[in-house]
T-cell receptor, first 110, second 114 residues
Framework: LAKTTQPISMDSYEGQEVNITCSHN???????ITWYQQFPSQGPRFIIQ???TKVTNEVASLFIPADRKSSTLSLPRVSLSDTAVYYC???????????FGAGTTVTVRA | SAVISQKPSRDICQRGTSLTIQCQVD?????MFWYRQQPGQSLTLIAT?????????ESGFVIDKFPISRPNLTFSTLTVSNMSPEDSSIYLC???????????FGPGTRLTVT
């Protein structure tokens, strides 16, 4: 499993865009990049997954450069309810084991 | 997406006792997983539980301490045996639907050992 590095914490204000960058220099050819969100006292929730270029869904966008050594999760126009821990995971989808790193604590203030 | 429930949601137990945590899924799934999240920490995979086979434990976790049952495709239990205060954690189960790396997690069981 590729090791990931992401900031420990980020602060933002309501209505702003939040971008969290994750480094994964030793990502393998078959690895996908997946982001999870965890609210206090809840289990993690899948946000988005991608392999290359850009992926967008109703919650977030995931930008992956051509070398795939990093990725950026973009949360548009955050609200107070987006305050959570965000985890970046990298791995082969056929290897079902998820390896959670420390995550990034995003705090959204009014 | 699968909906997962866990029982109990929380418990306070005495040292030396055991607690069995139940995980119920609203659909049939092949792969179920048990994680531990210690206070203020990230999640650590304890074991993978597939129906019809013995659970596979990760390094640092043993069957005698964390026996797991998987009697059918919608249910699993994790027992935390001979508990000590170091076992105080949140225990979560999850399921994966079809090798997508997208897992669905239960709400967790918050265990405090005194």
């Amino acid at each position: 499993l590729a090791k990931t590095t992401q900031p420990i914490s980020m602060d933002s204000y309501e209505g702003q865009e939040v971008n969290i960058t994750c480094s994964h220099n030793n990502i393998a050819t078959n690895d996908y990049i997946t982001w999870y969100q965890q609210f206090p006292s809840q289990g993690p929730r899948f946000i988005i997954q991608g392999y290359k270029t850009k992926v967008t869904n109703e919650v977030a966008s995931l930008f992956i450069p051509a070398d795939r050594k990093s990725s950026t999760l973009s949360l548009p126009r955050v609200s107070l309810s987006d305050t959570a821990v965000y985890y970046c995971l990298v791995g082969d989808r056929s290897d079902y084991k998820l390896s959670f790193g420390a995550g990034t604590t995003v705090t959204v203030r009014a | 997406s699968a909906v997962i429930s866990q029982k109990p949601s929380r418990d306070i137990c005495q040292r030396g006792t055991s607690l069995t945590i139940q995980c119920q899924v609203d659909s049939q799934v092949t792969m179920m997983f048990w994680y531990r999240q210690q206070p203020g920490q990230s999640l650590t995979l304890i074991a993978t539980a597939n129906q019809g086979s013995e659970a596979t434990y990760e390094s640092g976790f043993v069957i005698d301490k964390f026996p797991i049952s998987r009697p059918n495709l919608t249910f699993s239990t994790l027992t935390v045996s001979n508990m000590s205060p170091e076992d105080s954690s949140i225990y979560l189960c999850s399921v994966e639907e079809g090798q997508t790396y997208e897992q669905y997690f239960g709400p967790g069981t918050r265990l405090t050992v005194t």
